[in-house]
């Protein structure tokens, strides 16, 4: 008798970028595959990386690239590979999403940033959104919406148990 090990399919979140949230409009969200090194696999798994100020561009008309997101290396990785962590990594997007992408990028005010990495089964991909950048009167007005928000919950929490 043999017993299947059941696997996860759920998808996991490794990191999130807030501060995208914060510093832009998010119009549209993309997903996308990364090409990685087995070495930034093993660091990702440990969740070793961070995605805070990286951005996504093109280098020529047919391939996406995701730039400034940091891989820490592994101390027990070998000395014969070079590890860069802040290296450049190719996006896995159809042709016909690249075009489409670059012709939203080249709108005035208009950038793709990384939103968040996760797992899905046993790959890892990339969460990124087409987002316009937020002036300081738009970041605040967010910040008072969100107070008000949590102030609307405090509040019929209290009604809740006084009832």
């Known amino acids: 008798m043999s017993y299947k090990k059941k696997r996860c ?3 996991s979140i490794i990191c999130k ?5 914060y510093n832009y409009f998010i119009e549209e969200v ?13 660091s ?11 951005y996504i561009n093109n280098d020529n008309l047919n391939e996406m690239y995701l730039y400034n997101s940091i891989v820490q290396p592994l101390h027990t990785s070998s000395n014969y590979v070079s590890c860069d962590s802040s290296r450049k990594r190719k996006l896995l997007l159809h042709k016909n999403e690249i075009q489409y ?10 950038t793709l940033v990384a939103l968040s990495l996760f797992w899905e089964k046993s790959w890892c991909k990339l969460n990124f959104g087409l987002a316009k950048g937020k002036t300081k009167i738009d970041k605040r007005a967010s910040e008072k919406q969100n107070e008000w928000k949590k102030e609307k919950l405090k509040i019929l929490k209290k009604v809740k148990f006084q009832n």
Request: aromatic content about 8%; charged content about 25%; glycine content about 10%.
């Open 17 to 21: 970028n807030k501060k995208a949230y």
């Open 101 to 110: 992408l670059c012709n939203k990028k080249n709108k005035i005010g208009s």
């Open 9 to 11: 399919l759920k998808s």
């Open 44 to 54: 990702i798994r440990l969740g070793q990386v961070n995605i805070i100020e990286s």
């Open 30 to 42: 993309f997903q996308s595959g990364l090409v990685l090194m087995g070495w930034e696999v093993k």
